[in-house]
């Protein structure tokens, strides 16, 4: 009968669920695990310089593939360190797996004052959809298993396991291959479908709408509805409008698709007479639903497909709720149509034409004259330079807006933003494994100067691990975003919100980068240039003046939602 440790377990189970990469920080308790994953074919350990980064490089693996990956951290700090890295993936609805080692079973839960030692069950339950510690060898398969079926049940989301020390290198004897069971002997095969009847009853609605409309969210994009969604409202010639979350759903130019908040999106979404939501919340980004951005309840009818029954209704009142997975509802849906109905055309070149002239406006701001290199005008000449399928990975709060207004996105799957946390510091762990897990793509990151330092030591990580990434660095040497609400709100007294200047481009070659400092627009083809010929990372140092950075046009609308109800100083 085989012997195993029961860090060797722990691997076999993770190789059985098809989990190829884990990133994270080692610590003393975590050495028979460590041990397993270098003696197990399949499975790699990628060591991070800070256990935040390493779940927020597992939560990247999830956006880029659809394959679950794994974070550990060790018992106390290491643990306490995971939670910022988790949250925006718990907050994105991203499934992955986190592991903690914990203290001997004998003294743990209640500790026993040794040192490091942390409610780890507690503290991960936060920011995770389900939480357990592992007492014996025999239950890590069992415990693992039920973890991923409650990862995957209803709104995704990661999971968490706490395993004491003494189990991770205790020997276990193993009585069969049955011990680590296949994953269809108890993951469900196929995703749950919406009722029938209520399926057709939203066909039926949909039909008999004049002017409809398909809003789809990260829900949709992750259960990999692009091609639904695409054969749908092509046959029946309806506008799409993505969440944040879900840009690139379809390609950005596509000529039914809209861009997220433009004002054609915008215009679209308050004159249909009916709305399918699929896979959205309709959060704040969405304006909650509500008009001017969207039709008056009553008037305007709304169908909601969620796989999460909390989600339905949940900001916006809906005429039908259909509980089920985003894909294979719309699957049989399309089905119905095709029965019921031959493809039909409408004239919406109107909506196409309005967002052209919106970007056009965008670019006549960017190719401006200033002081310094306008943050759009950074934006534009990346964008331009990149391939189509490149992968873009943004950072940052006004980042976020300026990138908004140029950067198109083309492919499903290919855009990576904590889109509801706003979490500052993924966007150098993202794109370190997106070029991991999509070698063949280019792969680039805008942030900010604030976002980057929050996770600026991966870029020794990046080098290490070969991975040729572009990071370009928006510098307007602040919290951008905060400066602007301070402007806004105080009259241009700024507080707690400036920094000195550091030199990013040196900072990047010490760290076995390129690096390159920019205060012109037409020096940054030239440096991208210079970086593709370079056999390793490149960084861009953008010097943005301040006054230009720190106001997007929609920055005193998005305070307007994030801060509603909040009564404003008058004076």
Partial sequence: MPVLTGGEILTKCLVQEGIDKVFGVPGGELTPFLEALRKEPGIDFFLTRHEQAAAHMADACYRLTGKVAACVGTVGPG??????????????????????????????YPDRASMQSLDQLQLLKAVTKWSAVVYHGERIPELLDRGLRAAFRGRTGPIHLDLPVDLLFKRFEVPSDQFIPPSHRYDALQPPVGRKELVEKAV???????????????????????EELRELVEYLSIPLTPSHAAKGILPEDHPLY?????????????????????????????????????????????????????????????????????????????????????????????????????????????LGSYEGVHPMRVVYEVRKFFPRNAITVVDGGNVGLWAHYLNRVYEPRTFLWAADSGHLGTGLPYAIAAKLVRPER????????????????????????????????????????????QHLLYKGEYYGVDFSDVDYARVAEGMGWFGRRIREPEEIPRALEEAKAQNKPALLDVINPKELSMLPPDLEMLGAIWMEGVEFPTD
């Fill in 204 to 226: 039926e609605m949909l039909l008999q709408a004049e002017n409809p409309l398909i809003h789809a969210g990260g829900g949709a994009l992750w259960s990999g509805a692009y």
């Fill in 79 to 108: 643990a306490a360190d995971l939670v910022p890295g988790v949250y925006p993936a718990f907050a994105d609805g991203i499934p992955l797996i986190v592991l903690t080692a914990q203290h001997q079973s004998w003294k743990c």
């Fill in 442 to 485: 280019e792969v680039y990151l805008l942030t900010g100067d604030g976002s980057l330092m929050f996770n600026v030591q991966e870029m020794e990580t990046a080098a290490r691990l070969g991975t040729k990434i572009y990071v370009i660095v928006l510098n307007d040497r602040s919290y951008g975003m905060i400066r602007g609400v």
């Fill in 258 to 366: 809209l861009i997220p908040d433009s004002p054609a999106a915008l215009g679209a979404q308050a004159s249909a007479d009916l709305v399918l939501v699929v896979g959205c919340r309709m959060g704040d980004l969405d304006f909650f639903g509500r008009p001017p951005a969207w039709g008056e309840p009553g008037v305007q009818k709304v169908v909601q497909i969620d796989l999460d029954p909390e989600n339905l209704a949940l900001n916006r009142q809906v005429d039908l709720a259909i509980l089920g997975d985003a894909k294979a509802t719309l699957r049989l849906m399309l089905e119905e149509v095709k029965k019921r109905s031959d493809p039909r055309k409408r004239d919406l070149s109107h909506w196409k034409r309005e967002e052209e002239e919106w970007i056009k406006e965008n670019e006549r701001i960017a």
